[in-house]
């Protein structure tokens, strides 16, 4: 099984900052098979990036997705508000379909 | 919109069972593979099973392997989660979550209902 390694655990910026958040890969994730997904206290997670670097549906760009083999990135490039939150990435390049452990970005 | 609505969640002694329901809308339900993923309390997640659009195709996790089963009706938009001699470690939210392709192989989950909570305890 993919075990994944997000870091850091928990950020703490300000609104209008760049965050950075990483997840690496105990082996190399194929096809670059990588998804990261927002979850809101009490709320369900939402998919962000799939692909190491595609936007969902209606995800804004200041979100964008990089990386391959087993080190990938997500980067936000000004935070608002509402992005404040819980993060996780997904690998479905080999079942089992895993996700790391969560980066929070709290308010600094 | 697509929208799933998670149902069947509650209180269960370890080793009873129970029987999990969701009621898809809003997308072609046929055309997709569709997943169970859980999140226990203050937890991260994991992905429980996911079954192909026909039902060909089948996968669980290898802590549920053996006591739950998937299954799907087109005719009924729905899709279910049969758990069988569940454990503490069972307890968690469990979504509902389609998956991004016709096959169970590859899946992001691109659409999630709210969960429904399963308690395990005595």
């Known amino acids: 099984e993919i075990v994944l390694t997000q870091s850091p655990g928990t950020l703490s910026l300000s609104p209008g900052e760049r965050a950075t958040l990483s997840c690496r890969a105990s082996q190399s994730v194929s096809s670059n098979y990588l998804a990261w997904y927002l979850q809101k206290p009490g709320q369900a997670p939402r998919l962000l990036i799939y692909?190491?670097?595609s936007r969902a549906t209606g995800i804004p760009d200041r979100f964008s997705g990089s990386g391959s083999g087993t080190d990938f990135t997500l980067t936000i490039s000004r935070l608002e508000p509402e992005d404040f939150a819980v993060y996780y990435c997904q690998q479905c390049g080999s079942s089992p379909w895993t996700f790391g452990q969560g980066t929070k970005v709290e308010i600094k | 919109e697509v929208q799933l609505v998670e149902s069947g969640g509650g209180l269960v002694q370890p080793g009873r069972s129970l029987r999990l329901s969701c009621a898809a809308s809003g997308f072609t339900f046929d055309d997709y593979a569709m997943h169970w993923v859980r999140q226990a309390p203050g937890k991260g997640l994991e992905w429980v099973s996911g079954i192909s659009w026909n039902s060909d195709y089948i996968g669980y996790a290898a802590s549920v392997k053996g006591r739950f089963t998937i299954s799907r009706d087109n005719a009924k938009n729905s899709l279910y989660l049969q758990m069988n001699s569940l454990r503490a470690e069972d307890m968690a939210l469990y979504y509902c979550s389609k998956g991004s392709r016709a096959t169970v192989t590859n899946p992001y989950f691109d659409y999630w209902g709210q969960g429904t909570l399963v308690t395990v305890s005595s």
């Open positions: 692909d190491a670097s």
